[in-house]
């Protein structure tokens, strides 16, 4: 974690935002000897199919059976429609 002054980071704003993606580093702004701000690193983007395998990997074998054959089953049953998709609790 890094500490720098509003100042520091107003005068050099783009570097220290490069710094921050390029690092991976938190920036804490600092304003009269007290702390008011955290930049923090977004994390890495991940797509559905990723988070469901880290989901999947964290559950035992009788979940992730159960959890496997509902989705088997969904795929095979019918489709949503666009309108579902747009609006899960609509009836």
């Given amino acids: 974690m890094k500490t720098l002054s509003v100042t520091e980071v107003a005068r050099n704003f783009s570097a220290v935002l490069d710094d921050v993606e390029r690092e991976q580093e938190e920036v804490v702004l600092v304003r009269n000897r007290r702390q008011i701000a955290r930049l923090i690193p977004e994390p890495p983007a991940q797509t559905a199919i990723e988070v469901l395998g880290d989901l999947y990997r964290t559950l035992d074998d009788g ?25 899960p609790w609509a009836s």
């Fill in 63 to 87: 979940t992730a059976d159960a959890l496997a054959a509902a989705i088997g089953s969904a795929k095979k049953g019918r489709r949503g429609t666009l309108e579902e998709l747009r609006n």
